[in-house]
């Protein structure tokens, strides 16, 4: 008589997890030799993993990572110059709650863009709140908030990710709009946000991409003094897996 009455319940109060726990305990006579306590737990455990699972998928789809990259997967074994310790330090998200950068150079096609991704969905795993870009999309749309009048909304939108991910940094000069873009996003992230890089461009030479020297240094000041800086090299692994 109680059953459905407290399955009713378990789905008006959105506690799916347990209510499939719950009808798998039913179905099954290998739970009866436990106590309540212990199936109460078990009930509670499987409503505790369906959020969390259902909390990282909408990380994973707010971040829009340009690849479906796995920390776990990067590959030590191509000789580009990546320190396999460094790695798995920064594997542990500290440079995260230690609001740090993580800055990858290095030529085309050497993993700059996976490595990236790897971090970064490595830091949805941890519960971090994480955002990608390729530098042409963030200030295009940028560019379009300006238009529209929902700049603000946009500037406060990134700047609440733990983590902003901008790739392919350096390909062109940038404007006078860029440069005023760039330095606000990281105004916001300096000091409370983690922000991560790749260029295929030296940081040395970036004074020259932003163009104003006093714009430059204090884009540079946010970014790169507290930076994990990580200078890749060596073939293009695109080619060599072709």
Request: aromatic share 6%; net charge positive; proline share 2%.
């Amino acid at each position: 008589m109680l059953k459905t009455p407290t399955i009713e319940k378990l789905q008006n109060l959105k506690l799916n997890g347990m209510l499939r726990g719950l009808e798998e305990q039913n179905a099954s006579s290998e739970y009866e030799s436990l106590g309540f306590e212990e199936r109460l737990g078990l009930l509670v455990d499987r409503e505790t993993i369906e959020r969390e699972n259902r909390r990282l998928s909408t990380r994973l789809k707010q971040a829009k990572l340009r690849q479906s990259a796995c920390f776990e997967d990067i590959d030590y074994r191509h000789r580009r110059g990546l320190d396999k310790s460094l790695m798995l330090s920064l594997g542990t998200c500290g440079w995260i709650r230690e609001h740090q950068n993580i800055i990858l150079t290095g030529p085309t096609g050497v993993g700059k863009s996976y490595l990236a991704c790897a971090l970064a969905h490595k830091a949805c795993l941890e519960g971090h709140k994480v955002r990608y870009y390729r530098v042409s999309r963030l200030f295009r749309d940028l560019h379009a908030a300006q238009g529209d009048g929902t700049y603000l909304k946009l500037m406060t939108s990134i700047s609440k990710f733990e983590v902003l991910v901008i790739d392919d940094w350096g390909l062109e000069n940038l404007k006078d709009q860029q440069r005023n873009d760039l330095l606000e996003v990281l105004e916001d992230r300096h000091g409370i946000r983690s922000t991560i890089i790749t260029s295929q461009l030296p940081v040395e030479h970036w004074h020259e991409v932003i163009g104003n020297p006093t714009i430059a240094d204090a884009i540079m000041d946010r970014l790169v003094h507290n930076a994990h800086k990580i200078s890749l090299s060596g073939d293009s692994m695109r080619k060599k897996k072709a």
